[in-house]
């Protein structure tokens, strides 16, 4: 059994579909601080620091279990990052920006044990954006809002969310939240799952 320290929905259905035993163990980061003491960092290094402070903080208390750790960064062409979306109308703004362009999606992963950090990887996806309508941007926040509300990207690639997208080059665990292949590979590696 691990600590994932984190109350993703997705996050969790990836490990819930994997067969992994886990408790799932928010961590209560000041995610906003972090990214205003590290303005200017790469979306690769941001993701890998949040990921890697949810991890320690939880397993400060966990004892000998593993606490994975896991965040995403999107990053626009012109190197804007995208936080999830405050209301509605943000969310719209952000599909508007997005509009017909293609943005980066960095997941990183982190396990700690005793508080420590000893395992991490970060992936990266990109994603390109068909051109939407505002009235097609309106359609799909009739759908998805307020579920997107905790979505950077303001999408949920296993439902609606997919149909914004012409291409998508990456690993679809990636974009869901996590790398989940290497996650699992580790896990097994130190015999948390059985080989």
């Given at each position: 059994?691990?600590?994932?320290?984190?109350?993703?929905?997705?996050?969790?259905?990836?490990?819930?579909?994997?067969?992994?035993?886990?408790?799932?163990?928010?961590?209560?980061?000041?995610?906003?601080?972090?990214?205003?003491?590290?303005?200017?960092?790469?979306?690769?290094?941001?993701?890998?620091?949040?990921?890697?402070?949810?991890?320690?903080?939880?397993?400060?208390?966990?004892?000998?279990?593993?606490?994975?750790?896991?965040?995403?960064?999107?990053?626009?062409?012109?190197?804007?990052?995208?936080?999830?979306?405050?209301?509605?109308?943000?969310?719209?703004?952000?599909?508007?920006?997005?509009?017909?362009?293609?943005?980066?999606?960095?997941?990183?992963?982190?396990?700690?044990?005793?508080?420590?950090?000893?395992?991490?990887?970060?992936?990266?996806?990109?994603?390109?954006?068909?051109?939407?309508?505002?009235?097609?941007?309106?359609?799909?926040?009739?759908?998805?809002?307020?579920?997107?509300?905790?979505?950077?990207?303001?999408?949920?690639?296993?439902?609606?969310?997919?149909?914004?997208?012409?291409?998508?080059?990456?690993s679809h665990f990636t974009i869901l939240?996590?790398?989940?292949?290497?996650?699992l590979g580790y896990l097994r590696e130190?015999?948390?799952?059985?080989?």
């Amino acid at each position: 059994m691990i600590i994932l320290a984190s109350q993703s929905a997705s996050r969790r259905a990836m490990l819930d579909a994997a067969g992994v035993a886990y408790e799932a163990v928010p961590a209560r980061v000041d995610e906003a601080g972090v990214k205003a003491a590290m303005a200017g960092a790469s979306p690769r290094d941001l993701s890998d620091a949040l990921a890697e402070m949810k991890a320690v903080k939880v397993s400060a208390n966990a004892g000998p279990v593993p606490v994975l750790g896991s965040d995403s960064i999107v990053a626009l062409a012109d190197g804007t990052l995208l936080d999830k979306p405050e209301s509605r109308e943000e969310a719209a703004e952000h599909l508007a920006r997005m509009s017909g362009g293609s943005h980066e999606l960095w997941s990183a992963a982190v396990i700690a044990e005793h508080g420590r950090p000893v395992w991490r990887h970060v992936e990266r996806a990109k994603l390109h954006v068909r051109p939407l309508s505002p009235a097609f941007i309106d359609s799909y926040l009739d759908q998805e809002w307020p579920a997107i509300s905790g979505c950077v990207g303001c999408f949920r690639i296993e439902g609606p969310g997919v149909q914004l997208f012409s291409r998508i080059e990456g690993s679809h665990f990636t974009i869901l939240g996590m790398p989940l292949l290497l996650v699992l590979g580790y896990l097994r590696e130190r015999g948390w799952m059985s080989a």
